[in-house]
């Protein structure tokens, strides 16, 4: 098994976002330093992330936060989903110090909803989207920007989030390191009974240090990513081996049959036969591929109809905030750009602008 925690990703020279569309077969757990925005554009994706499991559909909306460990699954319907991926940079203002952000964006969830609603952001979350897409090729790196600044202005203008203070003087380079090293030693020892215990001793850190460092990295304490480790590996054999399920019980190291079943079926949802049924067992697979194809003209036109359907809204809502007595409008065009993409969808938007 390759290492699926830590996920780098690179940024264009010219505006610091990784922008891209694809259908989701499996993501494992992994996690960066990037915010990642996700946009459901067609069908259903599984989400398995603190606090608890829940699935995304069309329309909806979710935000990762930094380091948040993360897990995406495909559901029995197809998906087309948009990742706009964030450098972490931008939300670290010279003002803003070792202050780091935690943002509560989830539009499946009613608790912790935005002053403005959850459209303008679907909306500015689609424009940069059509911005991005292999249809157009040459994209405006300003008109992106714009469209990505505005975004981050309503995050935190509009958005509920919490403020989570570092201790100053912190290397960041070398937090990372240590961070990948302890992740892989747990990967690679995981079947091991007292490896946290050698895990203590080869880093020279107490539990206490390694706890805390752990939480304030990718929120889960040192237990806990053991047991996702394990499950992990769990998963891997059900689901792309024939091992019989007493083996996996055996070699992943959870405990005993009875405890195995129950933390199995508490992650999942199902139990390991429904598991292995649901995937399959695949003889001489050695990667799994998280991505599927998809129709790139498909994706362009929901996004283009979820711009189309809140301008549309936001437009009627307008007009009729400014009826006259006698039936008559007398609004005058908004002159806010990041309130108002007209633009989006319309001819000429691509490599045109």
């Given at each position: 098994m390759e290492s699926y925690v830590y996920e780098a990703i690179e940024h264009g020279e010219r505006c610091p976002v990784n922008v891209f569309i694809t259908s989701i077969e499996i993501s494992r757990f992994h996690w960066h330093y990037d915010y990642e925005l996700m946009l459901v554009l067609k069908g259903s994706v599984a989400v398995n992330t603190l606090p608890a499991p829940f699935v995304l559909k069309a329309g909806q909306i979710y935000l990762f936060n930094s380091t948040q460990v993360h897990e995406l699954r495909k559901t029995e319907e197809d998906n087309i989903c948009l990742f706009i991926q964030i450098t972490s940079a931008l939300f670290r203002?010279?003002?803003?110090?070792?202050?780091?952000?935690?943002?509560?964006?989830?539009?499946?969830?009613?608790?912790?909803?935005?002053?403005?609603?959850?459209?303008?952001?679907?909306?500015q979350a689609a424009a940069i989207g059509l911005l991005s897409t292999s249809t157009n090729p040459n994209p405006n790196p300003y008109r992106l920007q714009s469209k990505l600044y505005g975004l981050l202005a309503d995050l935190f203008e509009f958005g509920v989030y919490d403020i989570h203070q570092s201790a100053a003087g912190r290397d960041l380079q070398q937090d990372a390191t240590t961070l990948l090293n302890i992740i892989d030693y747990i990967r690679e020892n995981s079947q091991e009974e007292t490896v946290l215990e050698q895990l203590y001793k080869h880093f020279g850190m107490s539990e206490k240090t390694v706890y805390r460092f752990l939480k304030d990295n990718i929120g889960l304490s040192a237990r806990e990513l053991l047991l996702e480790c394990r499950l992990e590996k769990a998963k891997y054999?059900?689901?792309?081996?024939?091992k019989p399920i007493s083996f996996v019980v055996d070699v992943s190291g959870v405990g005993g049959e009875n405890t195995f079943y129950r933390v199995f079926k508490k992650s999942t949802g199902l139990t390991p036969l429904e598991y292995r049924k649901r995937g399959g067992p695949t003889s001489g697979r050695s990667e799994i591929k998280g991505y599927l194809q998809y129709s790139t003209s498909e994706a362009v036109m929901l996004l283009k109809k979820l711009c189309a359907e809140d301008n549309n809204d936001e437009m009627h809502q307008r007009t009729a905030s400014c009826q006259h007595p006698a039936g008559q409008t007398d609004c005058?065009?908004?002159?806010?750009?990041?309130?108002?993409?007209?633009?989006?969808?319309?001819?000429?938007?691509s490599g045109t602008l």
């Open positions: 203002g010279k003002s803003e110090g070792n202050r780091r952000f935690q943002f509560y964006l989830n539009s499946q969830s009613e608790s912790n909803m935005p002053a403005i609603g959850y459209r303008p952001f679907i909306r054999l059900l689901q792309f081996t024939d005058e065009s908004d002159d806010l750009g990041r309130k108002s993409l007209s633009d989006v969808g319309q001819p000429g938007l």
